[in-house]
């Protein structure tokens, strides 16, 4: 069995669990929002 994460079915599961968090603790918005950036750059950067 391979699992391969690919970043058009990485987006929609990161989005959906972020938005539950948001909407269970509103104050998680900002670590959020950063962690999603680290995790877009860091993968942004590994492909180069």
């Known amino acids: 069995m391979t699992i391969t994460i690919s970043s058009g079915h990485l987006a ?13 603790a ?3 918005l900002n ?3 950063a962690a999603y950036l ?9 492909h180069f």
């Open 12 to 24: 929609p599961v990161i989005s959906l669990v972020a938005g539950v968090a948001i909407l269970l």
């Open 26 to 28: 509103p104050r998680l």
């Open 31 to 33: 670590y959020i929002v």
């Open 38 to 46: 680290i995790v877009i750059g860091v993968l942004g950067i590994m």
